[in-house]
């Protein structure tokens, strides 16, 4: 089971961190991804850390910008989010994929478990 929690309304140019705390499974055994899905709009991926958290993938509008990372002791995986842009406005999903190969890590197919998602909401 996925827990995502810390969204919540922001305003344009501010930051937020979301948590995605995992139970029930090996956290140290799955790569992590973050998603999101827009009003209207495809769930895409926003970023993406391997098992031990040496390896993250980004998507090319957030880089430079948010940051993956995880703690394995406490089974939690972060999103720090900077510079937030109200199109940016979303609920936040994570997910959980075990024996991922690199290319993998973008698609949300490859991923088994998902969380019940956190909104973030971006004012202008």
């Known amino acids: 089971q996925l827990q995502a929690s810390g969204g919540g309304l922001v305003q344009a140019g501010g930051s937020v961190t979301l948590s995605c705390s995992a139970s029930?499974?090996?956290?140290?055994?799955?790569?992590m991804g973050w998603f999101r899905q827009a009003p209207g709009k495809e769930r895409e991926f926003v970023a993406a850390i391997r098992e031990r958290g040496g390896t993250t993938r980004y998507a090319d509008s957030v880089k430079g910008r948010f940051t993956v990372s995880r703690d394995n002791a406490k089974n939690t995986v972060y999103l720090q989010m900077n510079s937030l842009k109200p199109e940016e406005t979303a609920v936040y999903y994570c997910?959980?994929?075990?024996?991922?190969?690199?290319?993998?890590?973008?698609?949300?197919?490859?991923?088994?478990?998902w969380g019940q998602g956190t909104l973030v909401t971006v004012s202008s």
């Open positions: 029930g499974l090996t956290f140290s055994n799955y790569a």
């Open positions: 997910a959980a994929g075990a024996r991922m190969i690199l290319s993998s890590l973008v698609s949300s197919r490859q991923y088994e478990h």
